[in-house]
């Protein structure tokens, strides 16, 4: 890793200006923006293709939580990290940097394509022309709600929804909305981001609402930090799951109705006769 | 592969025979069940976590198309495959081999916890007594909804709902009760199984449901064996989307409201103000 993490908008902005795009040599070296979801973190849920990826690159963008977890990948390559909740500077200078020539790799945890940067470099990258528009691929990862229901069992053997609790970019009135959905419909639902230090009342609400259509006692299952370091399970019901810890590194999945615990193992039939 | 393929119950029963529990040698050396996702098929998507299951089980089981693309992980292990909708009769067998001492991996495509043969390997593992009980490991591989995702672009950036179209196993009212209510709940919806060649007419009642809550003009991308040889890819509306070319190697993903196409890339915004 060369001119490892930055923090702030000024220190990549600084980075990034020498890839500058001149109107003079407007995009003749277009580059290559890949978007590749790491898994969970540990090297045996990275695909050979997400791996790939990030060893042709030549420079890589990540969170720098996630940059940690694949320096050995990175090696000597330009890598940029930035903070937590800079997203946007963070897409922006990969966009910039494969349109100014360079294959570059943004690494996202768990699937880009699920709440990840997958949308973000697709939408910055459409602002610029067609001309000077970098080729953007997403490769998929293992996704938090896939790690962490492997961990319960097979929660996920049916219809489900998934939701974010977070409402820094959602109207909570719709969260609220899609939550009494789902539950009316019966979904088993995976909620990422189900409470942080500041945001407790919203899985009390969603709770509540889950209560007028699922009794009591439907199986909840509770994984934090799946398939890490630290990864902790635990299983509860309707009634008691908030009481658990639970934080922004945990995924909750409440079960269906049909959804039984059996052994430990959070189990919803998919219809066979046995 | 040492004896290959089998293609029905008596088949399987005679390779299971000499693995039988015997009373007098009641689960003296338990084994242990590997449930792996292989994703799509391609060795680029499989993890390094579900290759080694793999290559260190003794039997390997699965559908027969699942394991020709795994030949070479499989060498001169034993393997068992059935054929399509024999999944009870394999998935009894790899539980019986690992109640008899054996170290078994059944191999699911995609991500075994979604839909897959998770859920079903727990339920027979259950029948049995506890002292018998094999240990069941999930290994979650890249699932047909995220490879179809990444190959559209980011639909799946804000809250989905994931919609099984096949009524073999579940109720038709229910899956229609679901459609709705993800379409009221604005949920991007991923619909698994969407059409095959017996079953053409739920998908029309689908986009019927969804056309009282969404535009004509909804984008809907259609995704034919995703990230596997042969990969199809199109971008329709919620007015057109069933004249494309859809059957069971698809999947079908309908937008949420804001859910726009542009360069070729369907795109869910997450709520960055760009």
Known sequence: MRSSSTTG??????????????????????????????????????????KNAIMNAQVVV??????????EL????????????????????AVDLAAGGKMVAVVSSGDPGIYGMAGLVLELAMKLDDSCRPEVEVIAGISAVGASAAVLGAPLMHDFAVISLSDLLTP????????????????????????????VQQIEIVREILLKYRPASTPVGIVRQASRNGQKTAISDLEHF???????????????????????????????KL
């Not at 040599?25 to 277009?30: A, E, G, V």
């Not at 990540?62 to 320096?71: D, E, V, W």
């Not at 990175?74 to 200078?93: H, L, N, P, S, Y």
């Open 74 to 93: 990175i090696g000597d390559k330009e890598a940029f990290g930035t903070g937590m909740m800079q997203e946007v500077d963070r897409c922006q200078a």
């Open 172 to 199: 909570w009135p719709l969260i609220e909305k899609r939550a009494e959905m789902a539950a009316q419909g019966d979904f088993v639902i995976a909620l990422y981001n189900p409470r942080s230090t500041k945001r």
């Open 242 to 272: 908030t009481q658990q810890e639970i934080d922004m590194f945990s995924m909750v999945i409440i079960g269906n109705s049909q959804t039984y615990v059996e052994a430990g193992r959070m189990i919803t039939p998919r219809g066979y």
């Open 9 to 50: 908008r000024e220190e990549l902005q600084a980075s990034v200006a020498e890839n500058e795009i001149s109107p003079s040599n407007h995009c003749h070296s277009r580059g290559k923006l890949f978007v590749v979801g790491i898994g969970p973190g540990s090297f045996d849920d990275l695909t050979p293709r997400a």
């Open 62 to 71: 990540g969170y720098k939580t996630y940059l940690k977890l694949i320096t």
